[in-house]
């Protein structure tokens, strides 16, 4: 029953590299912000649901819903304290901006990390299953967390769906990624959209950590991982690119968890490394991207 | 004039030898201790078993102060954090010898830090223990190299007698109380466990245990869904573990998708008090060899220490915290037998160590032992013991005379058959 195994772990492991990808692209596709401290955020996420969950003795829903608040309050202080400053700096020349930003956000995710190695320790923690427990399915047993997972990583993505292209509030964000100067033209108040964007993405980034601390464990040393997890992912599906970003979660996804069951667990995340580096020489622009 | 230059020439005589009797006194003097005790202690802060290093040293030192210090000198205990990483431990390695100028260094639990340190500890002649890297690579270096390598001590077992410890309580408890018969090992890539499951393949057999594959993975894994599919698939009676490096996620995998087999062995995470919440109580049912509980007294300091440590940092010492605080105080003896810090007269003082601590008799083996400098593994002196987690608390198992509850299994775990 390898094959249904693989079919159902696969699923529910792509769902999660989509999610946590999917923002990583989107504030990439709305404010040009390449966030390497994206990881980092995920962690937190993580690490202050566990904490709460331990320290007060939260349900694991109330545990979690505390997970992505902080997960959106560092998707915040990442945008405050370090990308507005260098985006509205005089000093930093216009054309160099982006380099900035990349270092940015790359020194903040390596100040998050050792951060919360000193708050937490590196040791990995686990969130309370949303729904403990097994089900057979087809005579494979399968948690129903993890099923759960699976379902509501599809739920949130929904969602995001529906605030994007059905509601007022969302429609812009979909037009600054086509055109942020016209938009800006047209009257909309930017620094909102910017706003509106990095509180999206902070509940993206803080669903998928929580999500992923509940299946498999997240500790301070993921961080660096997720980051080039999301950042691959996003560069095999063209940067900007939300739906490419999900069917390379996919691929990503079910090449590894086939490595794993069929080859060995060792060799997991090679296949897909080496996709990757076709990708960058065959169609650099990735799977649907746009230039 | 010639009084004065016979004088002067008495004079000068006098200071001759007042100084030669002064250096006659000084000469032992500066051989025997001056000023207070130095000793240098590294470990990785961030995990629970650096900081338990880190810990236990200075309660150690604390509590050697308190009994008068070593001869009537202070100990003085200087910290650095090496992240794990073979190169920082190097440099705080370093610089504990040459800037700190300590007298001896306590350090590392990672096989890999330690084999990077040994050869510095032979340069820089600095006695050197490590609280818990297993590897039989440290004292076969001591063994085959003796004149340069003399310097280091393993404070804690080597893997050879972990996994000898794990097979003599398989034979007690899975093979005569539960009549299992068939395994598979399942332990992390990493320079311990490489002695650790050739051992294994070993003794099990020779206790009745068939050995149907040997599963060694990365430490990055964070799915082992696919690794517990493949076990399964081979159908064991049970798992025998190898693991340190990780520790939650196996744990949590296993009880989250039920995987019917027990788990016993060596899950070095599973000896800290924090690991039930860090499982969120998945560690039910979980079993590993460790040094020693909080509540079992091994030897009259088991608990004092247990309790010292709990009171001042809030949690229990892992196994390797029982073992830096022991290495300190071996040290400290060492250094109070031989009446110096001379690192050559420290080392043959170690080599005669017979001292009692938390984990039992502490003795090591000559250098003709391919286990030289190593920590005496039998009956008498060094066993561990094995814990199983049973409701938020560690239960001491087994050997019978040190146990203080009985073995229970999660219900999703299959017994071959129900004995019970």
Redesign the interface.
């Known amino acids: 029953m390898?094959a249904i195994?693989i079919l159902i772990?696969g699923f529910v492991?792509s769902a999660l590299y989509g999610l946590g990808a999917i923002g990583f692209t989107l504030i990439f596709g709305v404010t040009g912000v390449l966030n390497l401290a994206h990881g980092g955020i995920m962690v937190i996420a993580a690490l202050v649901g566990w904490y709460a969950?331990?320290q007060f003795g939260l349900d694991p829903y109330a545990a979690a819903a505390v997970g992505v608040l902080a997960g959106m309050i560092a998707a915040f202080i990442t945008y405050f304290v370090v990308i507005r400053p260098i985006q509205q700096s005089r000093t930093i020349p216009s054309d160099e901006t982006e380099i900035f930003i990349l270092t940015g956000t790359l020194l903040w995710g390596v100040m998050i990390q050792e951060g919360l190695?000193?708050l937490f320790?590196?040791?990995?923690?686990?969130?309370?299953?949303l729904l403990?427990g097994?089900v057979y399915i087809l005579g494979d047993?399968?948690?129903i967390?993890?099923i759960m997972i699976g379902i509501l990583c599809w739920v949130v993505i929904g969602l995001l769906w529906l605030v994007v292209y059905r509601t007022k509030i969302g429609k812009p964000l979909l037009a600054a990624s086509e055109n942020p100067r016209a938009l800006g033209l047209l009257g909309f108040e930017m620094s909102r959209i910017y706003l509106f964007s990095w509180a999206i993405y902070g509940i993206l980034a803080g669903v998928a950590g929580v999500l992923l601390a509940s299946f498999?464990?997240v500790s301070?040393a993921?961080a660096g991982?997720l980051t080039a997890s999301a950042f691959s992912i996003v560069v095999l599906g063209g940067l900007g690119s939300v739906w490419g970003s999900l069917i390379a979660a996919y691929v990503v996804g079910y090449l590894e968890?086939i490595t794993?069951?069929l080859i060995s667990?060792?060799l997991?995340p090679i296949p897909a490394l080496i996709v990757l580096v076709l990708v960058v020489y065959l169609r650099p622009q990735g799977i649907l991207g746009r230039r | 004039m010639k009084l004065t230059s016979h004088m002067r020439k008495l004079a000068l005589g006098a200071t001759a030898l007042s100084s030669l009797a002064l250096l006659g006194t000084a000469l032992p003097a500066a051989a025997a201790i001056k000023g207070p005790i130095k000793i240098g202690v590294i470990g990785e802060?961030?995990?629970?078993a650096g900081?338990a290093i880190i810990n236990a040293s200075k309660l150690a030192a604390e509590n050697i102060n308190a009994h008068g210090g070593i001869n009537g000198h202070k100990v003085e205990v200087i910290t650095y954090d090496d992240h794990s990483s073979a190169s920082d431990a190097v440099s705080a390695f370093k610089r504990l010898a040459t800037q700190d100028k300590v007298d001896a260094i306590v350090g590392s639990y990672m096989s890999e830090v330690v084999l990077a340190l040994e050869p510095w500890a032979a340069r820089l002649h600095m006695p050197y223990i490590s609280p818990g890297a297993a590897s039989t690579k440290i004292p076969l270096q001591v063994h085959e190299h003796y004149n340069q390598y003399k310097y280091t001590f393993q404070g804690w077992l080597n893997s050879a007698f972990l996994a000898q410890s794990v097979c003599d309580f398989t034979k007690d408890v899975f093979v005569d109380k539960y009549h299992m018969k068939t395994t598979v090992i399942m332990s992390e890539?990493a320079a311990w466990t490489a002695p650790l499951d050739a051992t294994y393949k070993k003794c099990l057999p020779k206790v009745g245990v068939k050995v149907l594959d040997e599963i060694?993975?990365?430490p990055?894994?964070?799915?082992?869904?696919?690794?517990f599919?493949?076990i399964e698939g081979l159908h064991p009676d049970f798992i025998t573990t190898g693991i340190s490096h990780?520790?939650?996620?196996p744990t949590?995998?296993w009880h989250?998708?039920?995987v019917p087999l027990a788990m016993t062995g060596i899950s070095s995470?599973a000896s800290t008090s924090?690991f039930w919440?860090?499982?969120?109580g998945?560690a039910e049912g979980v079993l590993t060899q460790t040094g020693a509980t909080p509540t079992v007294a091994i030897t009259p300091k088991t608990i004092p220490f247990a309790k010292a440590y709990a009171k001042a940092y809030g949690d229990s010492p892992s196994y390797v915290g029982y073992a830096a605080y022991d290495d300190v105080h071996v040290i400290a003896d060492a250094i109070k037998r031989a009446n110096s810090t001379n690192p050559d007269k420290i080392v043959s003082a170690m080599e005669k160590t017979d001292y009692v601590g938390t984990v039992g008799r502490i003795q090591y083996y000559g250098k003709d032992s391919i286990y030289a400098h190593g920590l005496k593994y039998g009956k008498g002196l060094v066993t561990g013991l094995f814990i199983q987690w049973q409701d938020g608390k560690q239960v001491a198992v087994w050997p019978d005379k040190l146990a203080d509850g009985k073995i229970k299994f999660p219900s999703f775990v299959k017994l071959p058959t129900a004995t019970h």
């Open positions: 390898v195994q772990d492991i969950a331990n190695a000193y320790s590196d040791n990995p923690v686990t969130m309370k299953p403990p097994v047993r399968t948690p967390n993890e498999l464990g301070s993921s991982s968890t794993a069951y667990p060792q997991r | 802060a961030s995990s629970v900081a890539d060694r993975f990365n990055d894994t964070s799915d082992f869904t696919p690794i599919n493949k990780v520790g939650v996620r949590v995998q989250d998708q039920q995470q924090t919440k860090d499982t969120n998945a």
